[in-house]
């Protein structure tokens, strides 16, 4: 892998409004706008940097999923047809949640909010400034490196512009306030992960999402859990270029996504996989993005040779993907259900454990036995 200046994270925040953040700063007033053609110097590893270093509670650097887990998975002959059941979930998730998605359809930003989650997941009720305080996340947004301060407070800026997070009701501090997500966000971020718990089913015949409906406490618990060993693993951070060149770019998860369940073949024929009639114009008018978003997004992944046009000189809308690139993404995606597996897992046998407990001390059994 490169350095750090190989994988710009692109900013195109479509906050146009001022924000006061003086109530929850004490010291900072935005009032920001910015062009989607302004890009941020924010860089991929200051990020992990920031990241890893966010809170000690909250991420432990937990032991990376191994070379033979990823690869079990990886090996799935259902995997590829998973991944494409997936994506379309995805593609579900953005018409419901549209402000949602486009918000976290950037790598930097899925994992700033996955953080954020699980800050919150794991908050002390008996600790009224525990959790997510906006002091924090600017903490951990500033720790990039090279971006100003009103640019780092953009993205809590969206968030609380588009109510997606909002304060804790009740809290005694007038300067650091600690913050929650809202319902919409709720929602969003348990759909995503009971869809990941689906993919994980349909690839061992499994019952995660079974009993994840019969117990909520396996969300709260797991989340955190996969949050962390996601952040820590260089492996999920750091996809391949192939991959990199889609997500580490303002909406590229979107574009790859969609990219991803539109191929028409589970298996390479003729050494390509295939996308039929694929049109920027269409793309661009699901999305709410600029044509010309599109296509710089497909120009980049063309010019390293993971996809292309199979005659130039007629429609365009024809396209191949190199099994490489399908080799990448299959191999990344591995990445994350091996994370989403262990922290279910282990979220299960706490439950269990807990429950143990609750008999052996004559407490009972717990709301959250399983």
Not at 46 to 56: E, L, P, Y
Not at 112 to 122: F, I, S
Not at 197 to 211: A, C, E, I, Q
Not at 222 to 227: M, R, Y
Request: aromatic content about 10%; hydrophobic content about 40%.
């Amino acid at each position: 892998m490169g350095e750090a200046a190989d994988y710009p994270a692109f900013y195109a925040p479509f906050l146009k409004q001022k924000v006061d953040f003086g109530r929850f700063t004490g010291d900072i007033t935005v009032n920001r706008s910015i062009g989607d053609s302004e890009t941020d110097a924010i860089t991929y590893r200051t990020f992990v940097k920031a990241m890893i270093g966010m809170q000690s509670s909250a991420i432990e650097n937990p032991v990376p999923s191994s070379s033979a887990e990823v690869d079990a998975f990886a090996a799935n002959p259902a995997l590829f047809a998973v991944l494409q059941q997936g994506a379309r979930h995805m593609i579900e998730l953005y018409d419901h949640f549209p402000r949602i998605a486009r918000l976290v359809a950037a790598q930097q930003k899925w994992l700033l909010t996955q953080a954020a989650y699980a800050l919150h997941v794991q908050r002390d009720p008996t600790d009224p400034l525990s959790g997510i305080t906006a002091s924090r996340l600017l903490d951990i947004i500033i720790e990039f490196g090279a971006a100003s301060r009103n640019t780092a407070t953009a993205f809590l800026a969206e968030l609380l512009a588009y109510k997606l997070i909002r304060d804790v009701p009740g809290s005694p501090s007038k300067r650091s306030r600690p913050l929650e997500p809202t319902e919409v966000s709720h929602e969003a971020m348990i759909l995503w992960f009971r869809g990941q718990m689906r993919s994980l089913d349909l690839l061992d015949n499994g019952d995660r999402v079974t009993r994840l409906e019969a117990n909520p406490e396996i969300f709260r618990r797991a989340q955190p859990l996969a949050a962390k060993q996601l952040i820590a693993d260089r492996a999920w951070r750091e996809p391949p270029l192939s991959i990199s060149c889609f997500v580490w770019t303002e909406y590229g998860g979107l574009i790859l996504d969609d990219f991803i369940s539109r191929i028409v073949n589970t298996v390479p024929e003729d050494g390509f996989y295939w996308v039929e009639d694929l049109r920027f114009a269409e793309l661009s008018s699901h999305y709410s993005l600029s044509r010309t978003h599109v296509r710089r997004l497909f120009a980049r992944a063309e010019a390293l040779g993971s996809l292309g046009w199979q005659d130039r000189n007629r429609a365009r809308n024809r396209i191949w993907a190199a099994t490489s690139f399908i080799e990448d993404y299959k191999r990344w995606q591995s990445v994350k259900f091996c994370a989403l597996d262990r922290a279910y897992g282990e979220a299960v046998r706490s439950i269990a454990a807990d429950a143990h407990l609750g008999e052996t001390t004559g407490a009972g059994p717990t709301k959250s036995d399983v």
